[in-house]
């Protein structure tokens, strides 16, 4: 394969996993922490129990819960850095 073409396909991918970890790391952390500032709440407290059925019949207890995303967003951040490298490493070898 031509090195401009896969020049061209590393900064493609390197440019949308660097899209998916600034959008990951946004909804993950800094969104968390914005919305607990502007409701002042507590981030530790972010699950939530609920009671469903009642006296009436069996009740079944619905826990809500966030999922742990950080290994995605470590992936797609090391898979960034990687591009990012071999990008730089492809622009040396021109030169």
Do not use: N, Y
């Not at 946004?26 to 502007?38: A, C, M």
């Not at 407290?45 to 995605?72: E, K, N, R, V, Y």
């Amino acid at each position: 394969m031509d090195k401009r073409k896969f020049s061209k396909i590393v900064f493609i991918i390197t440019l949308i996993t660097g899209i998916v970890t600034i959008m990951m790391l946004g909804f993950d952390f800094l969104l968390p922490i914005f919305l607990s500032f502007k409701l002042k709440r507590d981030i530790k407290h972010g699950s939530s129990i609920g009671i469903i059925g009642g006296a009436d019949g069996p009740t079944t207890i619905f826990i809500s819960s966030q999922s742990s995303s950080h290994l995605l967003t470590g992936l797609f951040g090391l898979l960034t850095i990687a591009g990012i490298i071999i990008l730089l490493t492809i622009r040396k070898q021109v030169k």
